[in-house]
């Protein structure tokens, strides 16, 4: 345990007087763990080369991984006169989302480009019109896109007589590049990932035309995934926000990233994300839809959705989530809830229910989304509009209703061969959470679960990365595949960089808790790594095997600050008296081993056994 | 879901470069966000009046509560030339443990003196010499202590005949002033308090010494409880310091506080605190004891530990954290570990029973301790000296064969009807959790167990408040009575008056989620105000009624900072037409409620049937 020190003032309770050197310390110290200094310096992108062939070709992949190089162990002598002795520490190697290096105004390099033609079954062909209107009402009137990308630009292009899903090719037995490359990544067997793809118990988001994505997959046999959520809005946000936001989460850990844009320049904004983006990008089409529509609910038509839909499929969005399972007759179901409709798209399509007495558009012509689909490999993550945004609205008709809906649509979707995702809750009590997700994989046959925390409690908002992070550890051990981030501006506000920072560290340990639980293969090897290092003093390794090493240096140094008490043989918080970890140390030096101290207590025994006979075999000596 | 906008920077994933502007608007956020102006605004303690008798007296007992004002709930019209109707929202009401308003240096009213008095069980005496070796060398070297108390002073008092333990009066079918206050405060029935005590499934910590504190209790069927530590340490933090820090922890909700100090002026810090104190305090006498043999562990002597015991005794300290469960024959089992022994009380007694070949004393003199710590009514809380530090450490003989021995304590300390709870882990993984709090209860008989988090990985430094609070939940929800809070700074240094605010807090939500997961009565009360207060636009009910309202309000702020914001119906991420709650608010005025609604459809649907079978009653019309 650790007790504190205090950055002082009155002990009134009442008024604070932080004198303003405290403040000025706190604001550096605050700042630093903000940044990426320490983690830029100690988490290095690698990469190491597979050879992989099949009938479309031969190639090199080029499998990234981060490296953190580790000092070495010191261990000291236990026998008098023996020398100290020292072992190298191997680098330690970690999953790597950040993507090379690159100028933001060309692009990323279209890493998949030639796996994708060497197919022979896609076509290039003149893409839809770009429209200004695509950027909304703001850039017409000036005639203009805000900032029009000026890099790489490709004729999109799409699948020609058969799907072109990884989906299909697992299902046919082909092993693509791209699922070798994810096999690398994830340290499996390429046929896992074949046979979990052709089941449908896992997804690989790849768009034909985001070649520039390295390829992953989200599914329960694998590593848990995180997603970051961003995008402008009406009132705030550049574009060059949103790529810096995209970058930075990418640098933290986010597997996969989401462009919600609302506001202005929709369009471009997610060209400049996808043409930078090394993780597969989801959008929320409805909200581009609605924008089209003067944000009037009830003038979308299907025409116009199945518009913007192509208009991001030639783009290259890898997911992109669809609200269909918002019946009519469900709509009631949230009447008398106490948070109503809580998805922003849920709310859309149940209005327009409502209002037109209609089955959605999505719902009615979901066949014909999974033939725009399959021509790009466009993986559905079923919405769950009617999610509930409450505990008091948890696990109630309309939430399951809405579920074995999308369980309905997941099976047609698997008939054209098109991926799917499951979206989840919400808010949801602690002890309902694994249900959530068995009912999840009952339903939908194992299709991968994509939630959303959930939040254990409503009553913490300024902390739903907490919340959250409960739910989401939970509901990761039990099987959901990928879990999207809350960051602490839920509820309140729009998170800025360092909410998506936090937001991503904590999801980060949500996935890495779940894959110990499930006793993923490997997944204590970095809490191995960093304990040792621990226990060994060796500072500087600890911080950088952390997951924000920057935070963890930060607050090490807002106790102590100077560069020899990272050499320290005692910790921080303890002094050297009092460190447990300095005096367990000091016993193995002075006593041994197991085997020896325990040789040492035997030999004890036999001493205290003589003695105890002299005495006269008395069991209880008196005390007093 | 949400999406974030930025403070900004160059998109370069490089460099950032925030400018001086933001940085300043971030620090006013974060200084905003760690204050308690709003709370201390919103967050009223009142009491009401209970009367209470039995054979002793009669009591009129006043029972704190926080109340949170609330303002109106304002419905629209449904139908045309309606009126829009107001419904006033009670006042919410939640446990508080901030205690009386005060004075600090006079210290708190003795609530129970005359609780305790009346029972005519105790006397006052001559207590132990005042030694100012108890406040260390430096105070010897003086001459003098730091800054001795100058408040009420009283003499000691200590039990007579019979142990004066809540347990003991349990036992005998007393029903005390304690446990009916105890009833109130958790809405329950004062026989489940004296039952669950009787048993030593719940204690309260409640020295005769101490009567400020404010009667609570631990237990499986109450509230969940956490603890935050504070205390000095060799280089750092004053007592006024220590003292705001109490009364800070206690504001944000701490159920009980430990006072960990290993440094100078431990005496007259503790006494500082105990006066001061409306929770109970816990200890761990041993770290006092070292101070006194200049911190070599193996002079260590039951002689000077007993008399440190009684010092701390007489002061009034509630609950003492006692290592006796390190058997010499279980040091070797933690010697190949990676991480050794990281309990500090465990690392000094595993020293001295290697040093002395013999058990220690605090376990061979286990029985003496029950026969002091009955004539004050001090609870057990038995330290898992042998917990492990890291993952690889979890679960292994060490951790068990202590653990067994601390059942074998339990039932020796319940012989004399002394109170007992058991301190836990520590690193497990996940999985791993809830067989911790089940082998806990089976061997220990149900007596309460006490959890530092656990963490459920090691990889997070600089998080560990949030790696913890996973576990902390997980634990929580399958009966550990109390959990121990974790701070940012675990690991890495000596948490500040913020990180004790995180920690709290972070807590809060841990045992709020354990609480609502165990179907705790009126545990969802809380969710479902501030729910309905989000529903309906209620910004400010919202702010307040969250654990922590000067975050919530500073994020919102962060945002939207004008004031009609806080007016506005729509959240402040979405903006007011992409806002899932206005549209569903919109819902409810066009459409009506449930049963408005599905009339609505119904009718509806007659009149798409009569379109149906125009059209010639084909199911399936071509969609192009």
């Known amino acids: ?122 076509v290039s062909y003149q893409g839809r019109r770009r429209d200004l209107e695509d950027d909304g009402k703001a850039a017409v009137r000036r005639g203009e896109a805000s900032k029009e990308w000026q890099g790489e630009r490709r004729d999109p292009r799409r699948g020609k007589e058969h799907p072109v899903t990884q989906m299909w090719y697992a299902r046919q037995g082909v092993i693509t590049p791209e699922m070798k490359f994810v096999a690398e990544r994830e340290h499996c067997d390429v046929e896992l990932v074949r046979t979990e793809l052709a089941a449908g118990r896992a997804v690989m988001p790849l768009n034909i035309n985001h070649p520039e994505a390295e390829p992953m997959i989200i599914g329960e046999k694998f590593l848990v995934k995180i997603n970051a959520n961003m995008g402008n809005s009406a009132v705030t946000s550049s574009i060059d926000e949103e790529v810096e936001k995209l970058t930075w989460a990418c640098k933290w850990g986010a597997d996969t990233v989401m462009d919600l844009s609302t506001g202005n320049d929709i369009h471009t904004t997610r060209e400049w994300i996808l043409r930078n983006s090394p993780v597969p990008i989801g959008t929320v089409p409805i909200y581009q839809a609605l924008e089209k529509v003067d944000e009037d609910a009830t003038r979308l038509t299907w025409e116009l959705f199945r518009d913007t839909v192509i208009e991001q499929c030639e783009q290259g969005v890898d997911y992109m989530t669809i609200h269909a399972g918002v019946l009519l007759r469900y709509v009631p179901l949230t009447a008398n809830r106490v948070t109503g409709i809580v998805s922003r798209g849920g709310s859309i399509m149940a209005q327009w229910c409502l209002a037109h007495h209609q089955e959605s558009f999505i719902y009615t012509h979901f066949e014909e989304l999974c033939e725009i689909f399959k021509q790009y490999d466009v993986c559905f993550s079923l919405g769950d509009g009617l999610r509930p945004g409450s505990l008091a609205d948890a696990n109630d008709q309309a939430q399951f209703a809405e579920l074995m809906t999308l369980a309905e649509l997941t099976q047609k979707a698997w008939n054209h061969d098109v991926q799917v995702m499951i979206e989840g809750p919400g808010h949801i009590p602690f002890d309902t959470v694994r249900m959530n997700i068995e009912i999840e994989k009952a339903l939908c046959k194992g299709a991968p679960f994509y939630t959303l925390g959930p939040l254990t409690t409503d009553c913490a908002p300024g902390y739903d990365h907490i919340t959250s992070a409960i739910g989401a550890t939970e509901i990761a051990r039990y099987g959901t595949a990928m879990l999207c981030y809350v960051t602490p501006k839920e509820h309140l506000g729009l998170p800025n960089k360092d909410d998506v920072k936090t937001g991503v560290i904590t999801y980060k340990i949500a996935a890495h808790a779940a894959d110990i639980a499930k006793h993923h293969q490997g997944a204590q090897d970095r809490d191995l790594a960093i304990s040792k290092a621990r226990f060994e003093f060796r500072w500087m390794d600890q911080f950088n095997l952390s997951y924000d090493p920057d935070t963890a240096i930060a607050f090490h140094d807002d106790t102590l600050p100077a560069e020899p008490a990272k050499m320290a043989h005692f910790c921080s918080m303890c002094g050297p008296k009092f460190c447990s970890m300095a005096i367990s140390q000091n016993i193995r030096s002075e006593y041994g081993d197991a085997e020896q101290q325990e040789e040492f207590i035997r030999n004890g025994m036999e001493d205290m056994s003589r003695a105890f006979h002299k005495t006269g075999d008395q069991l209880y000596v008196p005390q007093h």
């Open 1 to 122: 345990m650790s007790e504190p020190s205090s950055s002082a003032s009155a002990a009134s309770g009442k008024a604070s007087t932080t004198s303003v050197d405290d403040n000025a310390k706190q604001h550096r110290v605050d700042d630093a763990s903000r940044s990426s200094k320490q983690r830029d310096r100690s988490h290095i992108r690698t990469t190491h080369s597979v050879a992989f062939s099949n009938d479309s070709g031969t190639y090199g992949l080029e499998i990234p991984s981060t490296s953190i190089s580790l000092s070495d162990t010191v261990t000291p002598a236990f026998l008098p006169g023996e020398a100290s002795s020292t072992t190298p520490n191997a680098p330690f190697e970690d999953y790597n989302t950040e993507g090379p290096e690159h100028d933001v105004l060309k692009g990323l390099p279209a890493l998949r480009a030639e796996w994708i033609t060497d197919r022979k079954d896609t």
